[in-house]
């Protein structure tokens, strides 16, 4: 007889497949360069905005496939995705701006910052812990905030 966490390492293993896989993809395609991320900010290369209008493209017919077919989850639950409330324009330029302002300081955006210290770029663990405290954050000032 399996035990629970036999049983949670089975279902977490795609997972884990895939996020190596994802860094495989970013290590090859440079996503993961701080000289093409510096490239985009500064509009000299076109390599990033054309890996991030492909990635754009893509979630855009996942989306509609997911909903076309009404396919389900791992649990056999509908996959749900609910509408945006768009509210106040200011949170999401707020938001995009310190988002953006960490990535242009950093080099990194939260995905690829796992795939820089699987590389070796141990000194991404700084700044993978600073995303995990900006995040604790926000949770905690969630409820203060305007929305």
Same mark, same amino acid.
């Given at each position: ?7 949670? +390492?089975?279902?977490?293993?795609? =997972?884990?497949? /895939? $996020? ?10 440079? !996503? #993961? ?9 500064? +509009?000299?290369?076109?390599?990033? =905005?054309?890996? /991030? $209008? ?10 509609? !496939? #997911? ?19 768009? $509210? ?60």
């Amino acid at each position: 007889m399996k035990t629970n966490q036999q049983n949670s +390492f089975g279902r977490l293993l795609p =997972y884990l497949l /895939i $996020g190596v896989y994802f860094g495989i993809v970013f290590t090859k395609s440079e !996503v #993961i360069s701080w000289f093409r991320i510096q490239e985009m900010f500064r +509009f000299q290369s076109f390599h990033m =905005y054309g890996i /991030i $209008g492909s990635a754009v493209v893509v979630a855009m017919i996942s989306v509609q !496939v #997911i909903k076309r077919f009404k396919l389900k989850d791992m649990d056999g639950d509908d996959i749900v995705i609910p509408p945006k409330e768009m $509210g106040s324009g200011t949170r999401y330029w707020l938001g995009g701006t310190i988002f953006g302002l960490g990535w242009a300081l950093t080099g990194a955006c939260p995905g690829p910052m796992f795939a820089l210290v699987g590389n070796g770029v141990t000194v991404m663990l700084v700044t993978i812990l600073a995303a995990l405290a900006g995040t604790f954050t926000y949770g905690v000032l969630r409820p203060k905030l305007p929305h």
